[in-house]
C-alpha cells in the first residue's frame, strides 16, 4: 500500500500499487508534454531569432561584398579603360610600323618578281629561239632525207623500170621467136640456141662431153648430156638436160612440171648426178621467170632454169663439184683396185648376222648364267638365315648357361642340397686343417 498526501488540505490517502503506478504516470505524462510543448516554443522562438539575426548578417555581409566588388569593379574598369587605350595605342603604332615595313618588303618583292620575270623572259624568248634554230635544223634535215629518199626510190623505180623493160624485151623477142617458127623448129631451136651457148665457151671446158642423148633403148631419151672430167679423167660432175618449149598459138599449154618425173628418169638411167630443164614454158610465170628455180624437194638434184641462165648454172655446178672432187678421186682409186662394194656389204651383213647370233647365244647364257648366280645367292641367303638363327639360339643358351647357379639346380631337391652342403662342410674343414 502506498501513501498520497494533497497538497492543498494535507489529507492523507492510502492507495493500491497498481493505483498509484497509473496515477503517477497520468502526472509524468501530463508534465512532459507541458514541458515538450513549453521547449517546443522556446526551441521556435530561438530559432527564429536565430534566423532573423543570420538573415540580417548575411545580407549585410552581402552587401557589404557588394559594395566592394563594386567599387573593385569600377576601379578595375577604370584601369581596364586607361590599360585597353595604352594597349589600343601601342598596338596601332606596332601595326602602323609593321605596315610600313611590310609596304617596303612589298615594294621590294615587287621590284625583285619584276627583275626575275624579265629575266625568266630573256631566258624563255632564248630557249624559244634556241627551240626554232632546233626546228629550222630538223626540218633542214627532213627536207634532206627526204630529198635523199626521193632520190633513192627513183633510182630504184628506175632500176626495176630498167629490169622489167628487159624482161619484156626477152618475152616480146622469144613470143617473136616462136611466132615465125613450126612447133618442130620451136623446140630444135631452143636445143641449138643452147648448144651454140655452150659452143662459145667450148675453152672454158677442154675436157667437157656436151651432145644429144641419143640412146632411146629404155623408152626414153633427155635432150643433152654434160660431163665434165679433170686431167685424170675423173668425173667432175654429169648433167642431164631437157629442153622446152611451145608456140603461142598451141591448144593445150603444158607445164614445167609435167616434164619433172620422166626427166628424173632419163638422169637416173644415164647416171648422171643432176637434172636442168631449160624451159620456155609458162612464160608468164614469175615463179620461173626470177633465176634458177630449185625443184629438188619434189625431185633430188634438179633445177629449172630459162635459156639465158643456161651457161651461169653450168658454171656454178661445176664449181660446186670441184669441191667434191677430191672425194670422187677417192672414191675412183678404190673402184680401180676392183673392190667389190656389194660383196663388201653381203660379208659385213653376214658378219652382222653371225656377231648377232653368237651375241645371242652368249646373251642366253649370260642370262643362265646371272639366273644361277641368282639361285646360288638365295640358297646363300637361305644359309645365312640359319647361322643367324644358329647364333641367336646359341646366345640365348650361353645366356642361360651363365645364369645358371648352385641355387637354381638344388631348389626343390633335398638331396642334392644335402650332398653340395657336406662338401662345402668338407672344404671348409680342409681349410681349416691346411
Not at 389 to 412: F, H, P, Q, V
Amino acid at each position: 500500500m502506498n501513501e498520497i498526501k494533497c497538497p492543498n488540505c494535507g489529507t492523507v490517502f492510502q492507495i493500491s500499487e497498481a493505483d498509484y503506478n497509473s496515477i503517477v504516470k497520468q502526472v509524468r505524462d501530463s508534465e512532459f508534454e507541458k514541458e515538450i510543448e513549453a521547449r517546443e516554443a522556446q526551441h521556435r522562438t530561438e530559432k527564429e531569432s536565430a534566423v532573423k539575426l543570420a538573415r540580417a548578417e548575411v545580407e549585410k555581409t552581402y552587401e557589404q561584398k557588394l559594395n566592394e566588388k563594386t567599387l573593385e569593379i569600377n576601379n578595375l574598369n577604370a584601369k581596364l579603360d586607361s590599360t585597353t587605350r595604352e594597349t589600343t595605342s601601342r598596338l596601332e603604332k606596332e601595326y602602323t610600323e609593321k605596315l610600313n615595313k611590310k609596304d617596303i618588303e612589298i615594294s621590294e618583292l615587287k621590284g625583285t618578281l619584276k627583275l626575275k620575270e624579265t629575266e625568266r623572259s630573256l631566258e624563255i624568248k632564248d630557249a624559244v629561239n634556241e627551240k626554232d634554230r632546233e626546228i629550222d635544223a630538223l626540218n633542214n634535215k627532213l627536207e634532206n632525207s627526204k630529198n635523199e629518199y626521193l632520190i633513192k626510190e627513183q633510182t630504184l623505180k628506175s632500176k626495176y623500170e630498167e629490169i622489167i623493160e628487159t624482161k619484156n624485151e626477152q618475152i616480146s623477142y622469144y613470143k617473136d621467136f616462136k611466132a615465125k617458127q613450126s612447133t618442130k623448129m620451136i623446140g630444135e631451136s631452143l636445143e641449138q640456141h643452147c648448144s651454140t651457148e655452150f659452143n662459145k665457151l667450148r675453152p672454158l671446158f677442154a675436157k667437157a662431153y656436151f651432145e644429144k642423148d641419143n640412146d632411146a633403148s629404155s623408152g626414153s631419151k633427155g635432150d643433152f648430156i654434160f660431163r665434165d672430167f679433170d686431167e685424170d679423167g675423173t668425173e667432175i660432175v654429169s648433167i642431164m638436160f631437157e629442153m622446152k618449149n611451145e608456140a603461142d598459138q598451141t591448144a593445150t599449154k603444158h607445164k614445167n612440171e609435167d616434164f619433172f618425173k620422166e626427166l628424173d628418169k632419163d638422169r637416173k638411167e644415164k647416171s648422171c648426178e643432176y637434172a636442168v630443164l631449160v624451159s620456155l614454158l609458162e612464160i608468164d610465170n614469175d615463179y620461173y621467170n626470177d633465176g634458177i628455180v630449185d625443184v629438188s624437194h619434189k625431185y633430188a638434184k634438179m633445177y629449172v632454169i630459162r635459156p639465158q641462165f643456161f651457161i651461169p648454172l653450168i658454171t656454178l655446178i661445176r664449181g660446186l663439184a670441184m669441191n667434191s672432187l677430191k672425194y670422187k678421186k677417192e672414191l675412183q682409186i678404190v673402184q680401180n683396185q676392183n673392190i667389190d662394194i656389194s660383196r663388201f656389204e653381203e660379208n659385213m651383213n653376214n658378219f652382222k648376222d653371225s656377231f648377232g647370233r653368237n651375241y645371242r647365244l652368249a646373251s642366253e647364257k649370260f642370262k643362265k648364267a646371272i639366273e644361277e648366280i641368282d639361285k646360288t645367292i638365295d640358297h646363300l641367303q637361305k644359309t645365312k638365315d640359319a647361322l643367324l638363327s644358329s647364333e641367336n639360339n646359341l646366345r640365348i643358351a650361353n645366356n642361360k648357361a651363365e645364369d645358371l647357379t648352385i641355387k637354381k639346380l638344388t631348389r626343390g631337391s633335398e638331396t642334392m642340397a644335402e650332398l653340395f652342403e657336406n662338401l662345402k662342410n668338407e672344404s671348409e674343414e680342409e681349410s681349416v686343417e691346411a
